[in-house]
T-cell receptor, first 112, second 115 residues
Framework: AQSVTQLGSHVSVSEGALVLLRCNYSSSVPPYLFWYVQYPNQGLQLLLKYTSAATLVKGINGFEAEFKKSETSFHLTKPSAHMSDAAEYFCAVTGTASKLTFGTGTRLQVTL | GAGVSQSPRYKVAKRGQDVALRCDPISGHVSLFWYQQALGQGPEFLTYFQNEAQLDKSGLPSDRFFAERPEGSVSTLKIQRTQQEDSAVYLC?????????????FGEGSRLTVL
C-alpha cells in the first residue's frame, strides 16, 4: 500500500521568499511521486513528477522537488514565491498501475 | 475539447435522490479515473477504467455508487439514494498512457451538495 503525509496544512510566505512544502511517502514498491496544484474552482494541474529517473525533478512555474529515498521524502521547493503561487498543493504517490493516492494538501499563502 | 470536461459543474440534490455525473475525457485517453474530494481534503480514489473495462472499483464507498464507461470514452458516475455524506467534489481524470507516464489530466469537477 502507498500513502503520503503532507506536513503543514497551511504555509504562509512572503513574496520573494523560499517556498518549501513537505511531503513524506510510504510505499511497499518503488514509488512514482507527483506534485499537483489546485487553484480555486479549477481542476488539479500536474506540477512535476518523479518516475525513477533523476532524483531532482524540475517542474512548471519554477518549482522543483528532490526524491530522497533515505528520508522517504519528496519536498517541493521554489526559490522565490510569487503572488500567483497561492493555491492548494497536493503530493501524491503511486506504486501500482491503478491508483494515485493523494495527501491532504497544503494551502500556500503568499503575502506582500 | 482540449481538456477533460465534467457536467454538471454544480448539482444540488435532496437526500434520497439519484444523481448522475458525466465525464468526457480527452480524446484518445484510454485510462479514466474518478475521485471524490471532500471539503478540505485531498482527492480519494473511487474507481478506474481502462477503455470500457472497470479494472478497480475498490474505492467506491457503498453499493449506492456505480460507474460505467460503456464505449470506452464518456463515463458516468451514478449515486443512488444520495446521503448528506455524499456531498463533495467529484473529479474525473484521464490519461493516454497512465502505466508509462503516470500523468493524469483532471477536469474541474462536479460539486455535489446533498440537502
Amino acid at each position: 500500500a502507498q500513502s503520503v503525509t503532507q506536513l503543514g496544512s497551511h504555509v504562509s510566505v512572503s513574496e520573494g521568499a523560499l517556498v518549501l512544502l513537505r511531503c513524506n511517502y510510504s510505499s511497499s514498491v518503488p514509488p512514482y511521486l507527483f506534485w499537483y496544484v489546485q487553484y480555486p474552482n479549477q481542476g488539479l494541474q500536474l506540477l512535476l513528477k518523479y518516475t525513477s529517473a533523476a532524483t531532482l525533478v524540475k517542474g512548471i512555474n519554477g518549482f522543483e522537488a528532490e526524491f530522497k529515498k533515505s528520508e522517504t521524502s519528496f519536498h517541493l521547493t521554489k526559490p522565490s514565491a510569487h503572488m500567483s503561487d497561492a493555491a492548494e498543493y497536493f503530493c501524491a504517490v503511486t506504486g501500482t498501475a491503478s491508483k494515485l493516492t493523494f495527501g491532504t494538501g497544503t494551502r500556500l499563502q503568499v503575502t506582500l | 475539447g482540449a481538456g477533460v470536461s465534467q457536467s454538471p459543474r454544480y448539482k444540488v440534490a435532496k437526500r434520497g435522490q439519484d444523481v448522475a455525473l458525466r465525464c468526457d475525457p480527452i480524446s484518445g485517453h484510454v485510462s479514466l479515473f474518478w475521485y471524490q474530494q471532500a471539503l478540505g481534503q485531498g482527492p480519494e480514489f473511487l474507481t478506474y477504467f481502462q477503455n470500457e473495462a472497470q479494472l478497480d472499483k475498490s474505492g467506491l464507498p457503498s453499493d449506492r455508487f456505480f460507474a460505467e464507461r460503456p464505449e470506452g470514452s464518456v463515463s458516468t458516475l451514478k449515486i443512488q439514494r444520495t446521503q448528506q455524506e455524499d456531498s463533495a467534489v467529484y473529479l474525473c481524470a484521464s490519461s493516454r498512457d497512465w502505466m508509462n507516464t503516470g500523468e493524469l489530466f483532471f477536469g474541474e469537477g462536479s460539486r455535489l451538495t446533498v440537502l
